[in-house]
């Protein structure tokens, strides 16, 4: 999701405020002492502490996914999870997750003024005047009383800009539409976690009034994992008279089974920043890969550490990595043996390199879209870089919000549920994996292939059947397109299947600007999230 911390005297945009707060991974009320202190319980040296063993007592909790937990009511104890799961658990748990049961999201009061609520922006005088402005909601917005930190509260552009940033994707998605498949098909779009259901309105609305031919031919699904906002967005899609168009499914895009043959559009606004992600580290001596996993004591606090890869899903995206001649997660100093070993026999060197975050849910949904909507068009929108993140490559931002500020943290071993967990996306690896899949017209590799494959240094040349072919799947060495031969989207073997758009380039191309600008002539919509990219 798209969000930044808000204050009354800083411009909040492109800062954070920054507060040295420690969070304990146990719940604590104000009348609690701290928790006992504990040893360092890690198999890796981040620092000079070190321990190259983990307790056994550890490697007999049994191995849990977010799945398995799904059906308590309290964080776990005495259990083991990849990290994936621990995040998944953390955001999405029905009972204690963050999205489930701490997350609002802000949408402008209706008495702003401007069109269904949203901001007269052509009133403003500068972007100074508006942030102002939008401070002055926000905190008139999160007043609510919450246990704990305070109300975690986030916003997305669809809400900022409305009805007008919903009214440039509809542009987007319709002007597609009508090149290609207007009037033999119906208008059959597909929207991943849809929030308030603001979005999905504007759309609709746009449509109505502007398209009704197509809106006639629309239909509109959503599918939102969270009951509580599934039944707000029934309820405020139906009051328009929208119900006979939309169908909001409560279930988990990752459950998803019913197989949709026409072309159609799927939407992913601020969605794919908060899928889970797995870590993997290499043994300096051998680059060999391994697996994160984290155990939780019996106190509840958490133990990570790293096993060999025996994950299908880690494997299966490691081996896509290295077919693709995608760049190598290593520090390039650490690409080199001589001056790997010299760094290794260092006092205090750790034994492994840095943490890599490699995003195994967005692996995930690309295979589902391959699978269950052959015919699709995906039009995705995400962070390509976040500031304060934790260490590591393509690492999260870890966030609470305490009072009216966004606390940044060190670790994404955190109490689950009070903490928003949000990772970059890096859309050149994105668009690689993605046409790659899509261009493949048979099952995927086999899953003992790949466990074997993934396990092999990542600078090492491959004799592994994987490689074959890897200037087939390979978008820079993209073959001629072939006569007769699809691949899963329905275009020819070899034709680019999507584009990435900086932010302000798409809705430059898309939105009605002169409804956004203010007096002096900036744009708020175009200048703001300038670490956003669009892939379509």
Avoid at 4 to 33: E, G, M, W
Avoid at 163 to 185: D, H, M, N, R, T
Avoid at 377 to 405: E, I, Y
Avoid at 468 to 482: E, M
Wanted: net charge neutral.
């Amino acid at each position: 999701m798209l969000r930044s911390a808000l204050s009354c005297n800083h411009r909040y945009f492109p800062r954070q405020i920054h507060l040295k707060v420690y969070f304990s991974s146990t719940a604590l009320t104000a009348n609690d002492k701290p928790p006992p202190k504990h040893d360092d319980k890690i198999n890796y040296n981040p620092d000079i502490s070190f321990s190259a063993t983990v307790d056994s007592k550890h490697l007999k909790y049994p191995m849990l996914s977010s799945r398995d937990l799904e059906s308590h009511r309290k964080p776990p104890t005495r259990v083991r999870m990849l990290v994936r799961d621990f995040i998944e658990d953390s955001l999405y748990n029905p009972h204690y997750g963050y999205f489930s049961k701490r997350a609002t999201i802000f949408t402008a009061p209706p008495h702003c003024g401007g069109v269904e609520g949203g901001f007269d922006f052509n009133k403003y005088r500068d972007s100074a005047e508006f942030e102002v402005d939008v401070a002055k909601r926000y905190r008139e917005f999160g007043n609510g009383e919450e246990d704990g930190p305070g109300r975690q509260l986030w916003h997305t552009p669809t809400e900022l800009f409305k009805p007008w940033y919903g009214q440039a994707i509809a542009q987007c998605l319709v002007s597609e539409y009508l090149l290609k498949y207007f009037p033999y098909e119906d208008f059959k779009v597909y929207e991943l976690g849809a929030g308030n259901g603001t979005l999905a309105l504007n759309i609709l609305d746009f449509l109505k009034t502007h398209y009704p031919e197509v809106y006639d031919r629309t239909q509109y699904t959503i599918i939102e994992i969270s009951e509580k906002l599934a039944r707000a967005q029934r309820h405020r899609l139906h009051q328009p008279g929208h119900g006979q168009v939309v169908d909001v499914v409560n279930r988990s895009i990752f459950r998803w089974e019913r197989k949709e043959h026409a072309p159609c559009y799927v939407v992913a606004m601020e969605v794919i920043d908060n899928f889970a992600h797995d870590v993997v580290r290499y043994d300096l001596k051998t680059l060999e890969a391994y697996q994160g996993v984290v155990a939780v004591d019996e106190v509840g606090e958490f133990v990570p550490f790293y096993t060999k890869i025996s994950d299908p899903l880690i494997a299966s995206y490691l081996a896509l990595r290295r077919r693709l001649s995608l760049p190598v997660p290593l520090p390039r100093f650490l690409r080199s043996p001589s001056l790997r070993r010299l760094y290794a026999s260092l006092p205090f060197a750790p034994n492994l390199s840095p943490p890599d975050y490699i995003p195994t849910r967005l692996l995930s949904l690309l295979k589902i879209l391959r699978t269950h909507f052959p015919r699709h068009r995906l039009l995705l929108s995400d962070f390509s870089s976040l500031p304060d993140a934790v260490p590591g490559l393509n690492a999260p931002v870890v966030q609470t919000r305490v009072g009216t500020t966004m606390i940044p943290c060190g670790s994404i071993f955190v109490q689950q549920g009070w903490f928003d967990i949000m990772f970059p996306t890096d859309f050149t690896a994105l668009r690689e994996m993605y046409e790659s899949l899509l261009s493949q017209a048979g099952p995927d590799a086999d899953e003992q292939d790949e466990l074997s494959y993934a396990r092999v240094s990542p600078l090492a040349s491959s004799t592994s059947p994987l490689s074959l072919g890897a200037g087939f799947f390979s978008s820079r060495a993209r073959r001629s397109p072939l006569d007769g031969v699809t691949s899963a989207s329905g275009l020819p073997v070899g034709e680019r299947k999507s584009s990435v758009f900086s932010h302000a380039e798409y809705l430059e191309t898309y939105a009605d600007l002169g409804k956004t600008r203010l007096v002096n002539g900036e744009n708020p919509m175009v200048g703001f999230y300038e670490n956003v990219k669009v892939l379509f």
